[in-house]
């Protein structure tokens, strides 16, 4: 939490604090900044610059920084006289602005310190811009179209991860003209703010610019090309009652077009039953939507020559469609006085692809028995239902389930399911030795819109109001004791809180029972699906997944199976149960080894034989040559039209030869890939290819894997080249792959991220100092939790309590920093990254999972969430947790979806609620999956409902997380993709 202020005195800031804190700070007196300008004739120009001031955090994660905070940022305020004053003391990064209209600019935003009550000098210099200047003319007639407002972007250089930006406006010539810093890919683009009455022009949907990118060096001049605009059209039309006289005004008409300028979206002028509707596209066909109380037309798409001629529109009573519904609690009984909401989905036209929006079109409070009604809407179209209210919260939103209907129709919407927030949850806190513990932080995050805390008295007593019915999750803490959770049904809760010099609860444990339920939802469903291999032909996918859960299962089916099957079977039963064990299998008799993976793969086997030699590298590098060999002549079968598999399957090739050896016979190899990579012809070159081929010369001649990225024109695919280029070239040279971490352009910017990780790893057994550098200057605060992790894993085996402590930052981190993981809501947030966390630290074995669990579950509440977010956060808070504490994960899917309500997501094609089900509960996840295999299971709704991907994911080896995040998205990258 953070509470902002502004003093004379103390200039502004913000305090923050956490939920329950009395927080305490002793604020400093504010300081001044004195800029001088070396170059400049009139100090008056300053005030036309815009500034900002931000705060530097603690990269670390330090808990120092939940202390006073101050900031000085948008302020929207100009520089008097060169002097900003009433700043806080603290470290901020200070940066200027040049509006777009002064030809010069006073450099990149540099660190300065602030000193309670002093002044600091910090002095700048001129230096000169760059210009861009072009024109807007109308299409037709060549007029010069002032006013229009468009936005001109660029890159100081292409790794630039932000960007300049500048609004400017043409002039009575249509004239505009901006003066910017000087950089790369400058692009002038038109969101949709222009004058009325001109369409936009099209857009290079990959560069969002209207005209080609440019550079700029800083002073040069450059003037675009003349853009010219399309006028937009004005539509009248008339408007008649069922009785044919014109309607009176008002009345609403809507016309959803792709293309809306400013003050025209959904406004008509009307006057005596007609209407004129402004800013639309020509000559496409258009719908109309009418409606006036409960009176709507029945929307039909009109051609242009009938739109022109002010077409009639009747609107009428009988056309409306009426929808009603009820809002019931968990309980079952009416909610009287909740805010029902009806939300109009409707399509835009006018564009070159489907695009969908909504918009809130009535609303209607529910009465004594918990009953909605909205009539007159419009036939044909789709409606859905939010619903919203003091003192309840939604069992998540409605969006998924739409309804449509006929004119006249009445359709019923499933009763809706809201929690009453009127729960009262009492307690009280004590330590082990029974005593009672004040100044505890309660709280409840992520059962309510908003977190809720409580700090317990001198009794060690608390309270917490306005909590929902059911089960809940409550967490508590304070400085100098572990953390803990309970979860209640109840209206008392107690906890007991540990001293961190005691010793940690128990960790959660995975039963005896669960993983009975596992092993029989397995075999009952892997049954069930046997059965109906013939008619839905995915026997041999089933086989494969029976031979890797219990080859005795695969051999029970070969005992039943009909003559005709039987050989193929126990041919397929002996390759499969080889490649369980291929590495054991490839030590005793190599050839036998190859043979399995050909018989196998039959597609692209080489790469499955490179894997298999890396495997040998440390083991027999003679046998690792000879998979390369073999690897190479299985590639060059390949068809000469699959440029990316031949020309990265000789480099892996050449890679696997180098490293067993052969550094001649290597580099050989990859050549070849490489020069089948430049033979391609023109229509099939392949960026992704190119940025791997290098990757894999990287560790033989980084100049000449350097010199080949270059040719790759695809951004995202340069990036994931140059990742694995200097993880090779870190493993001979690591000070040069460092060095050239300023390659990486700004197009999938996360392989920065990742490769300072990755290199981190392979540093972090002979220089952890170096390799926790690396991972502390990443920029982005999700991989850098991430990372924190990762190095955990890596050393906890020789260094356990290094491990521990930097698990322990990660999660200091989260609580921090919580804003860093925003953009990842629809993942679960920092939630979700925490369950993950929770995961790896108990795979090393981490003293205390109890406490990261309580942690993780405090965070599950992020500011100004709505009920589906919210609901969506706890889904994967769920599932991340299902890994370690399947009870916990269980007991918080039930409170996400009541009443089995995961069964319809699943059913409705969400294949996460099978997975979530089987994870936490599998005896409620067979019986789902045996009432819908009753309905009859073909091989579209196998696929849909997801029962492969469980299926695999349960039985595959190696770590079940990975094995799932590869099917359902969590928010941890994948460091072993390649």
């Known amino acids: 939490m953070q509470v902002y202020f502004k003093d004379e005195v103390y200039g502004r800031g913000a305090i923050f604090f956490k939920p329950g804190e009395k927080p305490i700070h002793q604020l400093a007196p504010a300081g001044s900044l004195q800029l001088n300008v070396e170059g400049l004739n009139n100090p008056e120009v300053l005030k036309q610059f815009s500034w900002q001031l931000f705060e530097k955090r603690d990269p670390k994660g330090s808990k120092d920084v939940t202390a006073v905070n101050y900031y000085q940022s948008s302020l929207d305020s100009s520089i008097q006289n060169g002097k900003i004053e009433g700043i806080g003391p603290g470290t901020y990064t200070f940066s200027i602005k040049n509006p777009g209209k002064i030809p010069f600019h006073l450099g990149a935003p540099v660190e300065v310190k602030i000193q309670s009550g002093k002044k600091t000098e910090l002095t700048l210099q001129v230096k000169p811009c760059a210009e861009i200047s072009g024109r807007l003319l109308e299409a037709v007639t060549n007029k010069p179209i002032p006013n229009y407002i468009l936005s001109i972007f660029g890159e100081k250089n292409a790794q630039s991860t932000s960007m300049e930006s500048y609004r400017v406006k043409t002039d009575v010539n249509g004239i505009y003209k901006v003066y ?36 700029l060096a800083p002073g040069a001049k450059h003037t675009n090309p003349d853009v010219k605009l399309t006028p937009t059209q004005r539509v009248t039309g008339r408007v008649v009652d069922k009785k044919g006289q014109p309607l009176s005004a008002p009345f609403k008409v809507y016309c959803p077009v792709f293309v809306e300028m400013p003050g025209e979206r959904n406004k008509a002028i009307w006057t005596n039953g007609e209407f004129e509707l402004a800013g639309l596209p020509p000559d496409i066909p258009l719908t109309f939507y009418i409606r006036k109380d409960q009176a709507v037309n029945v929307p039909e798409a009109l051609d242009p020559e009938i739109y022109r001629k002010s077409p009639k529109f009747s609107v009428t009573e009988s056309n409306g469609v009426t929808f009603k519904g009820k809002v019931l609690d968990q309980a079952g009984k009416p909610i009287t006085g909740a805010k029902a909401q009806l939300y109009w989905n409707y399509q835009i036209q006018g564009g070159n692809f489907a695009l969908w929006s909504s918009i809130l079109i009535d609303q209607s409070n529910t009465d004594a028995e918990g009953k909605f009604t909205f009539r007159g809407h419009w036939p044909g179209q789709h409606f859905y239902v939010a619903i919203k209210g003091e003192g309840i919260n939604p069992i998540g939103d ?104 005691e010793p940690a609860p128990e960790p959660p444990r995975i039963s005896d029972q669960y993983l009975a339920s596992e092993k029989k939802f397995l075999e009952q469903i892997l049954e069930e699906l046997w059965k109906s291999r013939a008619t839905h032909g995915w026997g041999a996918t089933i086989f494969q997944i029976a031979v890797q859960f219990d080859p005795a299962i695969a051999k029970k089916w070969i005992e039943v199976a009909t003559e005709k099957e039987v050989a193929p079977l126990k041919k397929r039963l002996s390759l499969l149960i080889n490649q369980k064990q291929l590495l054991k299998l490839a030590q005793d008799n190599l050839e036998d080894a190859i043979d399995v993976i050909l018989q196998l793969d039959k597609s692209y086997p080489g790469f499955k034989l490179v894997r298999l030699g890396e495997q040998l590298l440390p083991i027999d590098k003679e046998k690792s040559l000879r998979l390369a060999e073999e690897a190479a002549l299985r590639t060059r079968k390949y068809d000469p039209s699959k440029v990316y598999f031949i020309s990265v399957g000789l480099a892996e090739a050449g890679e696997l030869a180098w490293k067993a050896g052969n550094k001649a016979g290597g580099r050989k190899l990859l050549e070849e890939g490489l020069d089948y990579l430049k033979k391609a012809p023109a229509g099939q070159k392949n960026d992704q290819a190119i940025g791997e081929v290098a990757g894999h010369l990287s560790i033989m001649d980084w100049p000449a894997a350097s010199k080949i990225l270059e040719s790759c024109d695809d951004p995202i695919f340069y990036n994931r080249g140059l990742e694995r280029s200097l993880l090779g070239l870190a493993q001979t040279d690591y000070p040069a792959a460092k060095k050239n971490l300023k390659l990486f352009k700004k197009e999938l910017a996360y392989s920065s991220h990742i490769v300072r990780i990755r290199l981190a790893l392979l540093l972090a057994e002979k220089d952890f100092d170096e390799a926790l550098k690396l991972i502390d200057d990443i920029q982005d605060g999700c991989f850098r939790f991430q990372g924190w992790v990762e190095l955990a894993q890596k050393i906890h085996a020789k260094n356990p309590a290094g491990a521990y402590s930097l698990i322990d930052r990660a999660f200091a981190f989260l609580e921090s920093h919580g804003e860093d993981f925003g953009s990842w809501l629809n993942f ?37 969430q709505s009920a589906n977010e919210q609901k969506e956060t706890n889904m994967h808070t769920a599932f991340a947790l299902a890994f370690t504490d399947p009870e916990t994960a269980r007991i918080l899917l039930d409170r996400v979806y009541p009443d089995d309500t995961i069964l319809e997501a699943w059913i ?40 492969t991907e469980l299926l695999e994911s349960l039985t595959q080896d190696g770590d079940r997380m990975t094995n799932f995040s590869r099917w359902e998205s969590l928010p941890w990258y994948d460091l072993e993709r390649d």
Not at 192 to 201: D, N, T
Not at 841 to 861: C, E, N, V, W
Not at 913 to 928: H, S, V
Not at 930 to 943: D, H, I, T
Request: proline letters at 5%; a positive charge.
């Open 398 to 501: 409605n969006f998924n389930d739409k309804k449509s209907g006929k004119p006249g129709e009445t359709i019923e919407f499933d009763n809706f399911k809201a929690t009453r927030i009127n729960r009262v949850v009492r307690g009280v806190v004590r330590g082990l030795d029974g005593q009672p513990i004040r100044d505890v932080i309660v709280r409840n995050s992520g059962d309510t819109p908003k977190v809720l805390s409580a700090q317990t008295d001198d009794t060690g007593s608390f309270e917490l109001k306005a909590l929902p019915q059911g089960r809940i999750f409550l967490t508590a803490n304070k400085e100098g004791y572990r953390w803990t959770f309970v979860n209640t049904s109840n209206d008392q809760a107690s906890f007991t809180l540990r001293k961190v010099s």
């Open 908 to 947: 409705s094609g969400h294949r996460k609620g099978i997975f979530l089900l089987a994870l936490t509960d599998p005896e409620k996840a067979l019986a789902a999956v045996k009432r819908e295999s009753a309905k009859g299971l073909n091989q579209q709704s196998f696929s849909r409902l997801g029962l």
């Open 828 to 864: 679960g947030g920092r939630a979700a990254f925490a369950g993950q966390a929770v995961y790896k630290a108990k795979q090393m074995g981490y003293p205390d999972l109890h406490a990261l669990i309580a942690r993780t579950l405090s965070f599950r509440s992020e500011p100004n």
């Open 180 to 215: 910017c810093e000087g950089g790369t890919n400058y692009s002038v683009q038109f969101d949709y703010f222009g004058v009325a009455g001109y369409l936009p022009p099209a857009m290079n949907p990959k560069t969002r610019s209207v005209l080609s990118p440019i550079d």
